[in-house]
Structure formats: C-alpha cells, structure tokens
C-alpha cells in the first residue's frame, strides 16, 4: 500500500487511526519486558506478553487488509480484558499494573458498554477465583481503584462520543434545515462513483432551485426566505425513496442523489417532487411556491465534474423553458 494511501485512510477512518495508535503505543510498551523475559528465561510470563503482542498485531492487520474495523476492534477488545486477567493470575502483583491500561483502552476500541462489561466480567473473574493474593485491606483497594477508573473512564467516553457526534452533525448537515450539506454531497458523490463502477448499480442526481425565491427575500424578508427553505427541504426528505438522499447545495439551490436505472425513474421522481412542491409549499402571500429541476443519470466511464454539469445544463434549459418543470438529460 502506498503512503499516500495510507494517510487518506488514516485520516478517514477514525476507528482505524485510533486502534493502529493503540497498536504502536501497546507494543512498544510491552516488546521491552518481552525481550527481558525472554532473557531470563521466565517461559510462562514470555508466552503471555507474546500472545498479547501477536494478538494485537494480528487485529490492526486484519482491520488494514479486510477494512473491517467494528469485527477487529470488539475482538481486540474482549481478547484484551481475557489476557489481562490472565496475566493477573500468572504475574501477580506485576500483572496488576497491567490491568488499568488494558481496561482503559478498551473503551476507545468498542462501545463503552461493552468495555464496562469486560472491565467488570476480569474483575468479577478474579475475585471468584481468588488470584489477587494480598491482604483484605490491599485487595480491597485494588478491586475498588479498578472500578472508579472503569466508571470514570466510562464517563468521559459518553462525554467525548456526545461531542464527536455532534460535531459530525455539524460538519455534515445543513445548519438552516437540517438536510445534508455541501460538503456531504461530495462524498457520496465519490462514492456513488465507486459503487457504479464496482456493482454497476446506476444513480442519478436532480438539481432543484426555487423559482423567483429572491422575490420572496425582497419583498418579505429573509425570515420568510428561512421558512421556505426549512419547509421545502422537510418535504424532499418526505417524499424521496428511503435509499435516496436530499443535500442543501447553496442558497435555494437543492441536490437529490437516486438510486435509478435508467432516465424515465429520474423524470418520475423529479415529476412527483415539482408537483408534491406546488401543491404543497405556499409563499407569504398565499402563492404556491415552485421549483425547477435538472437531472442526469450517471455513464460509465463519466467524471463526477462532468455529471454533475449536465445536470446542471439541464436545470438551466428548465429555468429558461418557462420554470416550474422538470429536465432530465439523456442517458446515453
């Protein structure tokens, strides 16, 4: 794999960055000891360590060449907490040390549910079984120690998922009406591409724009601007097929990426939008508002950049043609 490669996925895969940092991180803390068991000839602990390294290695490699980082990320995890309780039982007071790290770094590998209960399941384990071996008071403390660092870790990873997607959210949808934005449209764009070429599923996109909408801007106001792009957006997302998606592209300007065949589905569906619109999306001053569209079905071997013109040629021939109708270019 080349580097660039490997630095696009880095930097989009957020799953995968994190557990291949995770996989660095762990083996270059446990390779020393390895190394110094392996030269006193302690088999047991050796066999330990290794089966953890191999473990962890074999999960990132798993997850680089198959691409499935949710199976990887819930194996590592519950592998960790086995091992760790394991190491408790063979190392004693030295695997101890150990248990913190790997039952923290669980909660960035799955779901924290699942880390609170492998972190709550090796202790659980340890104490049936009596492996820590010390006194009541110090057994105590260690038990304890190990669930306020589960539950403030539990914590703080509720706190940092909430933010994370909220900040998704942010970056991918519309502030004004909630829809899909700009930047969210080029990546399915992207990958509307890749799937054509992969499963020679085709797709087409509509381009929509509100017929006279700064008429309504200046004679009503941009609040009532607002209102007309929060209530036409809300009736796209109710009337599009449930595989289909709705984009804000820029002021009154509207993107549906559908999943069709062929020309005649996209006149369908841009016939039923313009129509379910005028019939149901009225201005300030009582008048049906409408929309025109342009459309074009994707073509083998065609760019992105080149669809997406014709698409736009088209909304443009709409407008021209009298507005209020629909467009869609040949696909062939």
């Keep these: 794999m080349k580097l660039h490669a490997i630095r696009y996925r880095l930097r ?87 248990f913190y790290p790997a039952m923290v770094a669980n909660f960035f590998l799955v779901d924290r549910r699942h880390a609170l209960a492998i972190a709550l399941a090796g202790l659980t384990a340890l104490l049936l079984t009596g492996t820590v071996d010390r006194p009541p008071t ?50 399915e764009l992207d990958r509307a591409q890749l799937t054509f070429e992969r499963d020679h599923h085709r797709c087409g996109i509509l381009m929509l724009d509100i017929d006279h909408f700064k008429q309504i801007n200046d004679r009503y ?47 369908s569906v841009a016939e039923k939008l313009r129509g379910r619109v005028e019939q149901g999306i009225h201005g300030p001053d009582g008048r049906p508002i409408t929309i025109s569209l342009g459309g074009a079905i994707l073509r083998p071997g065609e760019s992105i950049e080149a669809w997406f013109a014709r698409a736009d040629t088209s909304l443009y021939v709409a407008k021209n043609s009298g507005r209020n109708r629909a467009v869609v270019d040949p696909d062939n």
């Design 221 to 267: 106001g941009h609040l009532a601007g607002d209102k007309v792009l929060i209530e036409l957006a809300s009736l796209l997302e109710r009337n599009v097929r449930k595989n289909d998606r709705v984009f804000r592209y820029g002021g009154e300007e509207f993107v549906v990426l559908a999943l069709l065949p062929n020309h005649d589905g996209l006149v």
């Design 12 to 98: 989009n895969d957020f799953q995968l960055a994190v557990m291949t940092l995770f996989a660095a991180i762990a083996l270059l803390g446990i390779t020393p000891g390895t190394v110094l068991r392996a030269i006193n000839g302690q088999r047991l602990p050796f066999a330990v360590d290794f089966t953890i390294q191999a473990g962890i290695l074999g999960s990132i490699l798993h997850m680089w060449l198959s691409g499935d980082t949710r199976r990887a990320s819930l194996f590592l995890a519950y592998f960790l907490g086995v091992m760790a309780t394991i190491a408790v039982h063979i190392l004693g007071a030295a695997g101890e040390f150990w």
């Design 138 to 187: 110090e057994a105590a403390a260690f038990f304890i120690s190990v669930i306020v660092c589960a539950l403030l870790t539990y914590t703080f990873s509720y706190r940092t998922a909430m933010q994370r997607k909220q900040l998704e959210t942010l970056a991918s949808h519309d502030e004004l009406t909630g829809i899909f934005n700009r930047r969210t449209l080029v990546d």
